[in-house]
């Protein structure tokens, strides 16, 4: 890190805590604090425990997990909202009676099994606890739509069978209600909850380990130097280490919180607009959800519930990540041109291969992570890897430092690498071993201990971390949980069938419609999984191919975070931009034009995500395919960005804006002749512009 940028260490520093959403920063103070603190360790501990050796049965898993969360959440909401005694020790107790569900689970595992469909009057009362408390901490933790939405599924699973055809079922007891949602695996002990407890919470952990051994530092020192330099760079900048960030870390909200700080007021310094500052930072931040290698949460849930590795969906997301962050390079680029900005003096930046150097041991955990994830390993073993040997780095740094000569320290960090690199032979126990030697030696010497509290902490963080994704995908199970009961879901989807017979266009739109409407209200990941029991059979029975159709509703969900009127995103752009959520969502919308036209492009086109191939790739080849829709996607999208700023080589009038819109219309549409349609009036129309450009240079 150069002088030049003092505010990228104290801003963007690895000890930096954003604010989590639904609750401030911190774990509370005093006994209680420090209560929550230990809680949040424990929980750490358990999840990787549980993926590093797996000894306890799925269910078990999914009931602590569960548990957990409520303890912590609760705990959490004690220590930092609430303000009289009484309600503190309210909340704490339920947090301890959402524990003790988990424990119930446990320590009854093969008598409710045994039991399954005939509960007993304890296994009522425990149950009905879990669904109350798991309602009201998605309500305090992730707000009212989400537990609203939930509600009603419920209220529908309940009373459905008053209600007249088509939307009558044949009506279900309380036990059997109870039996389904709070003990069976299609409620709150669902295929999310175990994404979640499997999968989710090691990524969410690996990604505060990086955090705090300075990863944030490293990408933004990288970005700065990389393209700082560019016409807007600052703007530029943003949307490099927005992409860099999205490799460890899914979680959209909480990257324009804590890169915002730094990126949206250098914009403005250097003359970008408050809005277009805020929705660059919004939209460059989204954009980490569909990033790989790691991606959002709602990836792994979809690799587990489409049954095909993790790798598959990573490869599906490859072009559409690239196009989506072109777009953002390319506004910023466009924008900046029709403002008269340009970049950041080269003297005034770091050496992007010198951050590279100094912090070069942080990429080794991200590449054996990516190794990992395409050489067919789980992403459980992925992930549980990659963050042990995090740790062996961190723990080992200062160890490293005690040790004089450069020969000496090389020795070292070989001689720790081949001994962590030997779980690939001789398996996990083996970083067990290396990790409890690293932890008892930096006890023993100087400067030792503040790196374990650095491990220490990053362990709570993480577990703080998971909250909000693990409650959404435990109250989503609810409506899950009355989709599979009731068969609800057979009615939408026949539905959509029947309008998609006429017009798969309009089943598209509508299915989009509902995504985006869902996503003012809930999160990226309960919107995924609602929308996709819905409306992916549709789609898939309409003839579009499954993983597709897929991302076709996951893009969406994201896109509603940055769409108005509720953009989420934008709005938490708005404090430090210091301008409106909705002229930042505006702006957003503009800049996120590759997340909405990239769906519908795959659904005529499949090439794009890397699918099936189409007519082009019977003749010519898949390569050949894959590129010509890569480059009909590059230049529609240029247009469309060029149409929505108002610029290219100089501004644009309205009917230019209008020409290049169409053109890139044409190019998306995928219809007979309307590609040979499109590259004519793009070619023409640019040729046009540029002369048009030159002649008014010249008489100037």
Known sequence: MTDAHPETRTVLSPTAEAPLEGLPP????????????????????????????????????RAMHVGFLLLLGFGLIANLRATSTPAKAAFWTLGLLGF???????????????????????????????????????????????ALIALIFFAYASFGNHLPPPFIHRGYDFAQLIDTFAFGTEGIYGTPVYVSAAYIFIFVVFAAFLERAGMIALFNDFALGLVGTWRGGPAQVCVLSSALMGTISGSGVANVVASGQFTIPLMKRFGFRSAFAGAVEATSSMGGQIMPPVMGAVAFIMAETLNIPYAEVVKAAIIPALLYFGACFWQVYLEAGKAGLQGMAKADLPNPWHAVRRHWPLVLPLAALIYLLFAGYTPIFAGTMGLALTIVLILGTPLAALIGPLAFRIVFWLALGLAAASFMRFGVNILSFVIAGLVIACVTFRGGRETLQICIDSLAEGAKNA????????????????????????????????IGENNLFLSLVLTMLTCLVLGMGIPTIPNYIITSSLAGPALLSLGVPLMVSHMFVFYFGIMADLTPPVALAAFAAAPMAKESGLKIGIQATKLAVAGFVVPFMAVYTPALMLQDPGPIAAQFGYPVEVAYIVAKACMGIALWGAAAVGFLARRMAWWERLVAFAAGVLLVAALPVTDEAGWALSVAWIGWHGWRARQATGTA
């Open 467 to 498: 909250l909000p994704v693990g409650i959404a995908c435990a109250i989503v199970g609810v409506v899950i949980g009355t989709l599979t009961l009731t068969g609800i879901a057979s009615t939408f989807i026949g539905w959509i069938i029947s």
């Open 100 to 146: 003790g569900t988990g424990l119930y689970n446990w320590v009854f595992y093969a008598d409710l099994i045994r039991r399954s469909g005939f509960l007993n009057t304890p296994d009522l009362i425990v149950g009905t606890v879990l669904v109350v408390l798991v309602f009201e901490a998605a309500r305090r933790l992730m707000g009212l739509p989400l």
């Open 26 to 61: 911190g774990f509370g103070d005093g006994f209680a604090g420090k209560a929550a603190f230990l809680i949040a360790i424990a929980f750490s501990v358990f999840q990787i425990y549980i993926a590093a050796y797996g000894s306890l049965p799925s269910q078990v898993v």
